[in-house]
């Protein structure tokens, strides 16, 4: 009997450590994982770092990047291009003018009618067209009649029909795809990107092509203006405040333009304006210097896309890519331990979660982070997540989100030291301590991720207050213009109307 009981007791004791045992083996294993997701999280924060101290070296490589690219084809990953666009809309400006923007997330076909009011547009009709997906990869003749048949339909819905009776009109189409000008209303295409792809388009006329099929549509309209978004947003921009110098797009994609006094333009010798001046169109998205913060995921995510080495500042900014780059890095916790379940096989899945979705989680305000669940099973098909791990998801789009508007804030910062407009006087100035007198400076911005993403813009805004220290940040004003890239065409079809 007494051996049963010491045996029994024996067992007992033998159970409950190995029970015991397991809970501190969990308990050790659980600190382990959380251990390595902090490391992965705490590792992302310290390559994204954007101190003022680093985001002055990104200003003043973009100034030293804009300069060589405006001293020879090549000299620098900034394409600097010229846009012949040397007037820009100064209110005068009357009758009714059209424009054609592809290139963007729809086909647009707009009109506006000016009165010779700065500021007032009387009217502003726009429709928003998918481009059939046959014609993306069909000729050139099957893109631009679709193209004219569009604007001849809109122009008989409208109350425009009669207008075209009492002479011709002018048209400024908003072409965002690379493309070589040689003047405001001329310019051949470099290449198609956008899912575009029509072989016997490029090296042509883009403004040729539109113009043939405007007149097999028998339209009275002439092409004045052939420009992109960035351009159109600088004279939406100009229009609206004559103290816009440039412009931003931070959407889809990013972009920057301004204006650049001809004779910095020491590529072009000899280039000659009435104005003094001209936009350059900078395509800013390929800007590169070794001052940014880059991390593992970037490369990885340039690695993985169709155009690796290409658009480098554009793949940390953009609304195409920061969605992608938080998955990455999910991707990567979830491979370091299971906080996030078993593993997702959408987690793997490239551009699943996008920029908007990322946003949504990141600005989440319910104390147990609902959204942020739903979002993660509902397009990660991750299950189950708990609070902890909600909160780590959140400080990764924070992170992300950051990191890309800070960028942003110096790049514009750049472009307004290559100005002279950023109270140092420029890059070929002297510097002095006390700061060169401000002027007040206006750059126009336009683009869903901008305007849509809250946190987003904040931390742009601080950072340009961080740079330039409150009193000079007074007087840089970024305002956002609507449908600049589609409007701002036509109104560079008016200014540049010989009528
Ligand atoms: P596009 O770049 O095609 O001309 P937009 O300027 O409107 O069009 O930008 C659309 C982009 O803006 C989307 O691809 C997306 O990345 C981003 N975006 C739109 N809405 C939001 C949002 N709510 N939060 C974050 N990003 C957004
Ligand atoms: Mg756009």
Redesign the pocket.
């Known amino acids: 009997m007494g051996r049963v009981v010491v045996g029994v007791a024996v067992s007992v004791a033998v159970v409950a450590c190995i029970v015991a045992a397991g809970v501190v083996g969990r308990r050790v294993q659980n600190r382990g994982k959380w251990r390595r997701v902090v490391r992965v999280l705490k590792e992302l924060e310290e390559d994204c770092e954007t101190s003022v101290g680093r985001l002055k070296q990104v200003v003043d490589a973009m100034a030293v990047e804009m300069h060589a690219g405006l001293a020879s084809e090549g000299g620098s990953k900034l394409k600097m291009l010229l846009t012949f666009v040397d007037n820009l809309p100064d209110g005068k400006e009357i009758g009714t003018h059209y424009a054609l923007h592809l290139g963007?997330?729809n086909f647009r076909v707009l009109s506006i009618q000016l009165e010779g009011n700065r500021s007032s547009i009387l009217e502003h009709d726009v429709e928003r067209l998918p481009i059939p997906q046959h014609l993306m990869t069909s000729t050139g003749n099957d893109l631009f009649d679709f193209i004219a048949s569009s604007l001849k339909e809109f122009i008989d819905k409208g109350n425009n029909s009669e207008v075209l009776r009492g002479g011709r009109r002018d048209l400024g189409f908003t072409f965002s795809f690379p493309t070589k000008q040689t003047s405001i209303s001329s310019g051949v295409l470099i290449k198609w990107t956008k899912g575009f792809s029509i072989e016997d388009m490029v090296g042509r006329d883009v403004t040729e092509c539109l113009q043939q099929a405007l007149n097999r549509k028998g339209l009275n309209i002439r092409v004045t203006a052939l420009i992109n978004?960035t351009v159109g947003t600088l004279a939406l921009g100009h229009y609206q405040d004559a103290d816009t110098v440039a412009a931003v797009?931070i959407?889809?994609?990013t972009n920057a333009c301004y204006l650049e006094r001809t004779d910095a333009i020491i590529k072009c010798q000899g280039l000659h304006t009435t104005s003094g001046f001209m936009a350059i169109n900078m395509e800013w998205g390929n800007f590169w210097s070794s001052h940014l913060p880059r991390t593992s995921y970037d490369i990885d995510l340039d690695f993985d896309s169709p155009n690796p080495n290409d658009q480098g500042f554009e793949k940390m900014i953009?609304?195409?890519y920061l969605g992608d780059i938080v998955r990455r890095v999910i991707l990567q916790m979830s491979r370091e331990s299971d906080i996030f379940g078993s593993g997702s096989s959408r987690l793997s899945m490239a551009f699943v979660l996008?920029?908007?979705l990322?946003?949504e989680m990141h600005e989440d305000e319910s104390p147990d982070l609902r959204e942020v669940a739903r979002i993660l099973r509902d397009t990660l098909g991750i299950l189950e997540v708990p609070l902890k791990a909600r909160k780590l998801v959140v400080r990764i789009c924070n992170t992300v989100t950051r990191r890309a508007a800070r960028l942003v804030a110096a790049g514009i910062l750049g472009i307004l030291k290559k100005m002279g407009r950023d109270g140092t006087g420029g890059i070929a100035g002297v510097r002095s301590r006390s700061a060169v007198n401000m002027k007040r400076t206006v750059v126009a911005v336009?683009?869903?991720?901008y305007t849509?993403?809250t946190m987003?813009r904040e931390f742009l805004l601080e950072a340009l207050t961080e740079i330039l220290g409150e009193d000079n940040a007074k007087h840089v004003i970024l305002r956002v213009t609507e449908d600049g890239?589609g409007i701002g065409a036509a109104l560079l079809a008016a200014s540049h109307s010989s009528n």
Do not use: H, K, R, V
């Open positions: 963007g997330t978004d797009i959407g889809t994609g953009s609304g195409m996008t920029t908007p990322m946003a336009e683009g869903g991720l849509n993403y987003f890239s």
